[in-house]
């Protein structure tokens, strides 16, 4: 895929004189930073990780900057999981870009091929006979969905709010933050003695953002605020100081636009006045002002679209203005905290600790910053919580943010690992409930998919390909060599299960059970028997996005896929056996995976990641999807305890494969190696994850361009580095790397519905409370020791030291 500049186009913000030499003074700490670090020195005294200080009061994490953002991937996001923002905090521009997780192109479509049946069996037997190029051409040709792309997420458009007699010049000093444990973007500068400070967040508790304009001298607020839309809009009549644009969504690939979006802010200035001049409000002489915004699209579900979007923005502007500034603030940072505090990370501060962010990026070496992993980690956390919460749409490959109605690769679900990547941390990190919209996403394209099923291979079941996107298209888009992948609904059903298992929500199975079941269906009915062999395989289907080398990307039976249905047709009878359901169903699904191809070592040592031992042979050796490890990370299927020779084999095709890579293979790559218990390894490819060379200065990630995936797949490596769970298992501390002698991690959940809390220094355990809310007995490990322990509800596991002495708190 090809990089694209993301500048922002009309959203970049200006750039200050005073401020610019602020920051090149950052610019040049953190360039001598770097360039002392290859020489073994440090202008500024910064302890190395071994001397880090981890303090029981930790400070409270945030990214902080000395300028305005100057484009799009320097400003900092909110969310409520609903409505977005991204914010620039410029001094006489404020600029909020903004998203709705319902603001989509398009409208309600079906994009199967009604002719894909015909030529289905012709393919597979192409693949058979090896003739792989000839198997997709015709792929193309006849089995791709109409049309044969999906639609992307859209930019809803800008908020502007100037400041009428102050100038980007007269900023005498700055400063910006986001505040993660707050939730609060915050921007602070100086102007003719003026203190003037500026707060947005995004309130999932009243679903609006909020905006306050203030100033230590009273009367000093002087704005215009108006509305800067990214589509065809209108203005439409509203209240007194109320702003109300009505923008209609985009057609795309000959699918019609359908949607309506409501863009609706309401102005508050106590002791000012405001007027309307066209389509803008001015306000004179505030104390401070303040501006509600509510986003809403018609959109009601995948199937219809209806309603009223400028009554229902006018319902929650007129609830939350009923409530003070404060009081929002309040409600928000409550809803927030639960979440956000459930779990954390610290490993120490340094003295680059005291640098902004974007100078401690630049800098780029953790191992002397231990801090900035931890806020990584405390970034990614936020972010979940900020663009997943019930009630929403799942993170999509931007999470929520996006400035372009013609994102990269449609800001859509790609569902071949970034979707998934985008949930790995959801659970062990305490935010099981922002799963919600990933389920109800799997919900829904069960029933999508079960007419592609149908229509497309005859089956039962359903099937989801490689994308889906806002109206649950689950055809094979794009082109056969990426499309064709019958796996996506497969694998996002793993992930039904491990909500379960985390959690043990019997009710919650129930629930689920159903689309599980039909998933495994699917594939009872399009097996294949390899021929000459008593083996079953998937054809057509390919190693995600890889070419082979032998003409093409088809092929039948890819190492992956038997993984994967390894492990649904585990998880359905595991959760038949305790839902005491679908019994004969469940032993055609044990007999199935009996019948799969197993993991295979090649000729180079290598984990084999095709039927036969093409891997010297394909067409890219450095590939960023290393698929064939899937055993390996999410599933356990391979590990060096139960299967060393495979273990070995998954080492020996990570070092093939390399540890260069985009954002989200640098983070799955650090996952694989912490599995394999080298957390040297695991922290190397993080400092790589950390660097500008796959960070933006507002640290999203950088595949590039920006993708989320990459944010939440190196929080759950740093995870798997401390604590791992699988089955009865504990394994604490698995692949801690020498960059981290000590430091603690809360609220991490295992599996079986318990919690932990983690403290280790000088390289070794120091405690470790584990919290049960079910009975049960597991088995801890920790550096060559064990110790089984009896879980009851309500009383507190303590292990304490490398022998892991057991207690009760």
Not at 258 to 266: E, H, Q, T
Not at 513 to 536: C, I, K, N, Q, S
Not at 769 to 776: A, E, N, Q, S
């Given at each position: 895929?090809?990089?694209?500049?993301?500048?922002?186009?009309?959203?970049?913000?200006?750039?200050?004189?005073?401020?610019?030499?602020?920051?090149?003074?950052?610019?040049?700490?953190?360039?001598?930073?770097?360039?002392?670090?290859?020489?073994?020195?440090?202008?500024?005294?910064?302890?190395?990780?071994?001397?880090?200080?981890?303090?029981?009061?930790?400070?409270?994490?945030?990214?902080?900057?000395?300028?305005?953002?100057?484009?799009?991937?320097?400003?900092?996001?909110?969310?409520?999981?609903?409505?977005?923002?991204?914010?620039?905090?410029?001094?006489?521009?404020?600029?909020?870009?903004?998203?709705?997780?319902?603001?989509?192109?398009?409208?309600?479509?079906?994009?199967?091929?009604?002719?894909?049946?015909?030529?289905?069996?012709?393919?597979?037997?192409?693949?058979?006979?090896?003739?792989?190029?000839?198997?997709?051409?015709?792929?193309?040709?006849?089995?791709?969905?109409?049309?044969?792309?999906?639609?992307?997420?859209?930019?809803?458009?800008?908020?502007?709010?100037?400041?009428?007699?102050?100038?980007?010049?007269?900023?005498?000093?700055?400063?910006?933050?986001?505040?993660?444990?707050?939730?609060?973007?915050?921007?602070?500068?100086?102007?003719?003695?003026?203190?003037?400070?500026?707060?947005?967040?995004?309130?999932?508790?009243?679903?609006?953002?909020?905006?306050?304009?203030?100033?230590?001298?009273?009367?000093?607020?002087?704005?215009?605020?108006?509305?800067?839309?990214?589509?065809?809009?209108?203005?439409?009549?509203?209240?007194?100081?109320?702003?109300?644009?009505?923008?209609?969504?985009?057609?795309?690939?000959?699918?019609?636009?359908?949607?309506?979006?409501?863009?609706?802010?309401?102005?508050?200035?106590?002791?000012?006045?405001?007027?309307?001049?066209?389509?803008?409000?001015?306000?004179?002489?505030?104390?401070?002002?303040?501006?509600?915004?509510?986003?809403?699209?018609?959109?009601?579900?995948?199937?219809?679209i209806g309603g009223d979007p400028v009554a229902a923005t006018t319902r929650m502007l007129d609830a939350a203005s009923a409530k003070s500034f404060d009081t929002l603030l309040r409600d928000h940072q409550a809803d927030h905290r639960r979440l956000f505090r459930a779990a954390s990370l610290e490993l120490g501060r340094t003295a680059a600790a005291e640098l902004s962010t974007d100078a401690r990026i630049a800098i780029g070496r953790p191992a002397d910053d231990p801090a900035l992993v931890a806020l990584y980690f405390a970034y990614a956390r936020y972010l979940l919580i900020a663009c997943s919460r019930p009630g929403g749409q799942p993170a999509n490959l931007q999470g929520m943010w996006n400035d372009s109605n013609a994102p990269s690769?449609?800001?859509?679900?790609?569902?071949?690992?970034?979707?998934?990547?985008?949930?790995?941390?959801?659970?062990?990190?305490?935010?099981?409930?922002?799963?919600?919209?990933?389920?109800?996403?799997?919900?829904?394209?069960?029933?999508?998919?079960?007419?592609?099923?149908?229509?497309?291979?005859?089956?039962?079941?359903?099937?989801?390909?490689?994308?889906?996107?806002?109206?649950?298209?689950?055809?094979?888009?794009?082109?056969?060599?990426?499309?064709?992948?019958?796996?996506?609904?497969?694998?996002?059903?793993?992930?039904?299960?491990?909500?379960?298992?985390?959690?043990?929500?019997?009710?919650?199975?129930?629930?689920?059970?159903?689309?599980?079941?039909?998933?495994?269906?699917?594939?009872?009915?399009?097996?294949?028997?390899?021929?000459?062999?008593?083996?079953?395989?998937?054809?057509?289907?390919?190693?995600?996005?890889?070419?082979?080398?032998?003409?093409?990307?088809?092929?039948?039976?890819?190492?992956?896929?038997?993984?994967?249905?390894?492990?649904?047709?585990?998880?359905?009878?595991?959760?038949?056996?305790?839902?005491?359901?679908?019994?004969?169903?469940?032993?055609?699904?044990?007999?199935?995976?009996?019948?799969?191809?197993?993991?295979?070592?090649?000729?180079?040592?290598?984990?084999?990641?095709?039927?036969?031992?093409?891997?010297?042979?394909?067409?890219?050796?450095?590939?960023?999807?290393?698929?064939?490890?899937?055993?390996?990370?999410?599933?356990?299927?391979?590990?060096?305890?139960?299967?060393?020779?495979?273990?070995?084999?998954?080492?020996?095709?990570?070092?093939?494969?390399?540890?260069?890579?985009?954002?989200?293979?640098?983070?799955?790559?650090?996952?694989?190696?912490?599995?394999?218990?080298?957390?040297?390894?695991?922290?190397?490819?993080?400092?790589?994850?950390?660097?500008?060379?796959?960070?933006?200065?507002?640290?999203?990630?950088?595949?590039p361009p920006f993708q989320i995936d990459g944010n939440f797949g190196g929080a759950n490596a740093m995870i798997e580095m401390l604590v791992r769970s699988r089955d009865d298992i504990i394994d604490l501390l698995p692949a801690l790397p020498r960059a981290w002698p000590e430091g603690a991690m809360t609220g991490i959940r295992v599996r079986g519905a318990a919690e932990l809390d983690l403290r280790w220094a000088g390289q070794q355990l120091a405690e470790c409370r584990i919290v049960p809310k079910l009975r049960g007995t597991r088995t801890v490990r920790c550096a060559g020791r064990r110790q089984t322990i009896e879980l009851r509800p309500g009383r507190t596991i303590v292990l304490s030291g490398p022998d892991l002495a057991v207690t009760?708190?």
């Amino acid at each position: 895929m090809d990089e694209r500049d993301r500048s922002g186009g009309e959203h970049r913000a200006p750039v200050f004189m005073v401020i610019r030499e602020v920051t090149e003074i950052d610019r040049r700490t953190a360039l001598a930073f770097a360039a002392a670090g290859a020489a073994g020195a440090l202008p500024i005294r910064v302890a190395s990780a071994s001397a880090a200080t981890v303090s029981p009061q930790v400070e409270a994490p945030r990214l902080w900057y000395r300028q305005p953002a100057r484009m799009w991937l320097e400003a900092l996001p909110v969310g409520n999981g609903r409505s977005g923002a991204m914010v620039f905090g410029g001094v006489r521009d404020e600029m909020l870009q903004l998203n709705h997780h319902r603001w989509w192109a398009g409208r309600p479509y079906d994009p199967v091929n009604t002719a894909a049946r015909e030529a289905l069996p012709r393919v597979r037997q192409l693949i058979f006979d090896g003739k792989f190029a000839e198997a997709e051409k015709l792929a193309d040709e006849a089995l791709l969905a109409r049309p044969k792309t999906q639609m992307p997420y859209q930019n809803v458009g800008t908020l502007q709010i100037r400041l009428n007699d102050v100038y980007d010049n007269d900023a005498e000093t700055y400063e910006r933050e986001l505040d993660l444990d707050g939730a609060l973007a915050t921007a602070r500068f100086l102007v003719h003695g003026k203190n003037f400070r500026r707060e947005v967040f995004a309130s999932a508790v009243d679903d609006i953002i909020a905006i306050r304009l203030s100033c230590d001298t009273p009367r000093s607020i002087n704005a215009r605020i108006g509305w800067l839309p990214a589509a065809a809009a209108e203005a439409q009549p509203g209240a007194d100081g109320s702003l109300i644009l009505v923008q209609h969504n985009e057609a795309s690939a000959g699918i019609e636009g359908g949607l309506s979006l409501a863009m609706n802010a309401r102005l508050l200035a106590p002791g000012g006045r405001i007027s309307r001049e066209g389509d803008r409000l001015f306000v004179a002489g505030a104390d401070e002002v303040v501006i509600l915004v509510a986003l809403a699209s018609d959109y009601r579900n995948f199937e219809l679209i209806g309603g009223d979007p400028v009554a229902a923005t006018t319902r929650m502007l007129d609830a939350a203005s009923a409530k003070s500034f404060d009081t929002l603030l309040r409600d928000h940072q409550a809803d927030h905290r639960r979440l956000f505090r459930a779990a954390s990370l610290e490993l120490g501060r340094t003295a680059a600790a005291e640098l902004s962010t974007d100078a401690r990026i630049a800098i780029g070496r953790p191992a002397d910053d231990p801090a900035l992993v931890a806020l990584y980690f405390a970034y990614a956390r936020y972010l979940l919580i900020a663009c997943s919460r019930p009630g929403g749409q799942p993170a999509n490959l931007q999470g929520m943010w996006n400035d372009s109605n013609a994102p990269s690769w449609g800001s859509k679900y790609t569902i071949n690992i970034n979707t998934e990547m985008n949930y790995w941390l959801a659970e062990p990190a305490g935010l099981a409930e922002c799963v919600a919209p990933l389920v109800a996403m799997v919900e829904d394209i069960a029933r999508t998919g079960a007419r592609t099923a149908r229509t497309m291979y005859g089956a039962r079941g359903w099937v989801a390909h490689h994308n889906t996107d806002l109206w649950r298209a689950t055809a094979p888009i794009d082109l056969a060599a990426a499309g064709m992948w019958p796996m996506g609904g497969a694998w996002l059903c793993l992930h039904l299960w491990d909500h379960y298992d985390y959690g043990r929500d019997r009710a919650f199975l129930e629930r689920v059970w159903p689309v599980m079941r039909d998933a495994a269906l699917f594939f009872l009915d399009t097996l294949l028997p390899y021929p000459g062999t008593d083996y079953l395989v998937t054809n057509p289907s390919l190693s995600p996005e890889n070419n082979h080398g032998h003409g093409a990307s088809l092929c039948a039976g890819p190492t992956m896929d038997m993984q994967i249905l390894r492990d649904l047709f585990d998880r359905c009878g595991k959760a038949g056996a305790i839902l005491r359901r679908d019994g004969d169903l469940c032993r055609q699904f044990a007999a199935a995976r009996a019948r799969l191809v197993p993991n295979r070592i090649g000729k180079a040592g290598q984990l084999m990641e095709w039927l036969e031992d093409w891997d010297m042979t394909a067409a890219d050796l450095h590939h960023r999807h290393i698929s064939h490890l899937f055993g390996l990370h999410p599933s356990h299927q391979i590990n060096t305890d139960e299967t060393p020779e495979l273990a070995a084999a998954a080492r020996r095709t990570l070092e093939m494969r390399g540890d260069s890579s985009t954002g989200w293979g640098l983070a799955w790559r650090a996952n694989f190696w912490a599995r394999l218990g080298d957390g040297d390894h695991a922290h190397r490819i993080l400092e790589t994850l950390l660097s500008s060379q796959r960070t933006y200065p507002n640290m999203f990630d950088a595949h590039p361009p920006f993708q989320i995936d990459g944010n939440f797949g190196g929080a759950n490596a740093m995870i798997e580095m401390l604590v791992r769970s699988r089955d009865d298992i504990i394994d604490l501390l698995p692949a801690l790397p020498r960059a981290w002698p000590e430091g603690a991690m809360t609220g991490i959940r295992v599996r079986g519905a318990a919690e932990l809390d983690l403290r280790w220094a000088g390289q070794q355990l120091a405690e470790c409370r584990i919290v049960p809310k079910l009975r049960g007995t597991r088995t801890v490990r920790c550096a060559g020791r064990r110790q089984t322990i009896e879980l009851r509800p309500g009383r507190t596991i303590v292990l304490s030291g490398p022998d892991l002495a057991v207690t009760h708190g």
